[in-house]
């Protein structure tokens, strides 16, 4: 066997590397537009889209909900040792990446190693399979997007992690950073990923709010300085969203996130992920989020999935829309394309997805979403018709006395006085249908 496999066993021995078939193809198990090596405005498509796959949904979620145990019964799960299950799961995961081509990946602490009895020995732990990991990045060619720490899960971290109010498990928080941020150096990784997880409250009579969010600060300021003081060059993401697990999350929305890192002095080191899910359940469009971090020249990486408008939580699906990723796309060209980050599926096959083609069959749609995004957007801008619009519409500012304004060359009674000349004003049509028409147009064609 070729790359695919690192370990002693084939983890999904029936599926072989999924191949570019194009859009005319039937076949379940092929992309239709995703061909990696096509070139897209002058960039070939993975360098365009970099798509991670998620450690935690696709290796560790088990499907379990409230209501039921786990469905993904994993074959990596059962040698007993969770050291040695861990180790099995890194094969897996490889032979699963190398055979979707994904370039990247990313996880949290304990995605890839199990906790142990105490902080030292949950950091021996790590280390060791980092250097697992390691030896299978090196054989697959498959890199790190991000590393994340877990400080959600364990139940010590209930009460939140850096925001915490008894100070001791914030230590314990800053211990599993250091690690998880020692193990994303180790391998190569591009960033590194705050999720706010407990970081916000269920209730105001027993939060000191401003303390909590100074602590945030604090930690992400310490965290930050040891990374660059171990030579790390990435990028720091903090991955905005409003609610669950805590009623009121600290890190609500890229607006807020903006405004939290300049008031920190942040603004720097960090930029934002931005999940699509995680922007519905703020009452954003994906493309909102994303439009206000690349005004912001604040836009580090992607959390690639969907919600479901109709349900209040994070249901994490695979992206399916492509007048969303057609969005989504339009303003990762503006910003130039990814520098550090990419298009990490932060998606979950549904509980009673159960075969093992399951998770293959779900991120061939997620990127193939993208890839069809990405030509539409490509498309757009080549079309020009939908940007020359937009610039016709504020082309008022863009010389005489317009252009003075934005220059900053009026006092308030000044521009007051050009009221009069201007008559009757503002009886220009806003155009949303013939915006719209185009780029249905567009994505039909
Ligand atoms: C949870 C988040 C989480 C982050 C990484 O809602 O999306 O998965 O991406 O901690
Ligand atoms: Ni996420
Ligand atoms: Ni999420």
Same mark, same amino acid.
């Given at each position: 066997?070729?790359?695919?496999?690192?370990?002693?066993?084939?983890?999904?021995?029936?599926?072989?590397?999924?191949?570019?078939?194009?859009?005319?193809?039937?076949?379940?198990?092929?992309? *239709?537009?995703?061909?990696?090596?096509?070139?897209?405005?002058?960039?070939?498509?993975?360098?365009?889209?970099?798509?991670?796959?998620?450690?935690?949904?696709?290796?560790?979620? !088990?499907?379990?909900?409230?209501?039921?145990? +786990?469905? @993904?019964?994993?074959?990596?799960?059962?040698?007993?040792?969770?050291?040695?299950?861990?180790?099995?799961?890194? !094969?897996? %995961?490889?032979?699963?990446?190398?055979?979707?081509?994904?370039?990247?990946?990313?996880?949290?602490?304990?995605?890839? %190693?199990?906790?142990? *009895?105490?902080?030292?020995?949950? %950091?021996?732990?790590?280390?060791?399979?980092?250097? =697992?990991?390691?030896?299978?990045?090196?054989?697959?060619?498959?890199?790190?997007?991000?590393?994340?720490?877990?400080?959600?899960?364990?139940?010590?971290?209930?009460?939140?992690?850096?925001?915490?109010?008894?100070?001791?498990?914030?230590? @314990?928080? +800053?211990?599993?950073?250091? @690690? %998880?941020?020692?193990?994303?150096?180790?391998?190569?990784?591009?960033?590194?990923?705050?999720?706010?997880?407990?970081?916000?409250?269920?209730?105001?009579?027993?939060?000191?709010?401003?303390?909590?969010?100074?602590?945030?600060?604090?930690?992400?300021?310490?965290?930050?300085?040891?990374?660059?003081?171990?030579?790390?060059?990435?990028?720091?993401?903090?991955?905005?969203?409003?609610?669950?697990?805590?009623?009121?999350?600290?890190?609500?929305?890229?607006?807020? /996130?903006?405004?939290?890192?300049?008031? @920190?002095?942040?603004?720097?080191?960090?930029?934002?992920?931005?999940?699509?899910?995680?922007?519905?359940? +703020?009452?954003?469009?994906? /493309?909102?989020?994303?439009?206000?971090?690349? !005004?912001?020249?604040?836009?580090?990486?992607?959390?690639?999935?969907?919600? =479901?408008?109709?349900?209040?939580?994070?249901? !994490?699906?695979?992206?399916?829309? /492509?007048?969303?990723?057609?969005?989504?796309?339009?303003?990762?060209?503006?910003?130039?394309?990814?520098?550090?980050?990419?298009?990490?599926?932060?998606?979950?096959?549904?509980?009673?997805? /159960?075969?093992?083609?399951?998770?293959?069959?779900?991120?061939?749609?997620?990127?193939?979403?993208?890839?069809?995004?990405? =030509?539409?957007?490509?498309?757009?801008?080549?079309?020009?018709?939908?940007?020359?619009?937009?610039?016709?519409?504020?082309?008022?500012?863009?010389?005489?006395?317009?252009?003075?304004?934005?220059?900053?060359?009026?006092?308030?009674?000044?521009?007051?006085?050009?009221?009069?000349?201007?008559?009757?004003?503002?009886?220009?049509?806003?155009?949303?249908?013939?915006?719209?028409?185009?780029?249905?147009?567009?994505?039909?064609?």
């Amino acid at each position: 066997m070729a790359n695919y496999f690192t370990g002693n066993k084939e983890y999904f021995p029936e599926i072989k590397k999924i191949a570019y078939e194009g859009p005319k193809s039937k076949n379940p198990m092929a992309f *239709k537009y995703y061909d990696a090596e096509k070139s897209i405005a002058g960039k070939k498509m993975r360098d365009h889209l970099r798509f991670a796959i998620a450690y935690w949904h696709s290796f560790c979620g !088990d499907g379990a909900d409230p209501f039921g145990a +786990a469905t @993904h019964i994993f074959p990596w799960n059962s040698s007993g040792d969770p050291v040695q299950n861990a180790i099995n799961k890194a !094969d897996a %995961a490889f032979e699963f990446i190398s055979k979707i081509g994904a370039p990247y990946y990313a996880w949290h602490d304990r995605d890839i %190693a199990p906790e142990g *009895k105490d902080a030292d020995d949950s %950091a021996k732990i790590l280390e060791k399979i980092t250097d =697992e990991l390691k030896k299978r990045q090196d054989a697959t060619g498959v890199k790190l997007l991000w590393g994340t720490a877990n400080v959600f899960s364990n139940p010590r971290f209930m009460n939140g992690a850096a925001t915490n109010p008894d100070f001791a498990v914030v230590a @314990h928080a +800053a211990n599993q950073i250091q @690690h %998880a941020i020692d193990g994303t150096i180790k391998l190569g990784g591009e960033g590194y990923t705050f999720w706010g997880g407990r970081e916000g409250y269920m209730s105001i009579l027993n939060t000191d709010m401003k303390r909590e969010k100074e602590h945030l600060a604090m930690i992400l300021s310490i965290s930050r300085d040891y990374a660059r003081s171990k030579g790390f060059k990435g990028c720091f993401y903090i991955e905005p969203k409003p609610m669950e697990p805590t009623k009121h999350q600290y890190d609500f929305d890229s607006e807020t /996130v903006i405004g939290f890192l300049r008031a @920190h002095g942040l603004d720097k080191d960090f930029k934002l992920n931005i999940e699509a899910n995680h922007a519905e359940l +703020a009452g954003h469009d994906f /493309v909102h989020e994303l439009s206000v971090c690349v !005004d912001n020249d604040m836009l580090g990486s992607v959390d690639a999935n969907r919600g =479901e408008p109709r349900n209040g939580w994070d249901t !994490d699906q695979f992206p399916s829309s /492509v007048y969303e990723t057609t969005l989504a796309m339009c303003q990762i060209l503006r910003m130039g394309g990814f520098k550090t980050g990419g298009l990490n599926f932060d998606a979950k096959i549904r509980r009673n997805s /159960v075969d093992a083609e399951d998770l293959f069959i779900a991120h061939i749609g997620g990127m193939d979403t993208f890839a069809f995004g990405l =030509e539409k957007a490509a498309a757009i801008a080549a079309d020009g018709r939908l940007p020359d619009l937009l610039k016709k519409r504020y082309s008022s500012f863009d010389s005489g006395d317009g252009a003075k304004f934005e220059k900053g060359g009026f006092k308030l009674n000044e521009l007051a006085a050009l009221a009069k000349d201007y008559g009757k004003t503002g009886w220009t049509s806003g155009k949303q249908e013939l915006y719209e028409n185009i780029l249905q147009e567009i994505l039909l064609s």
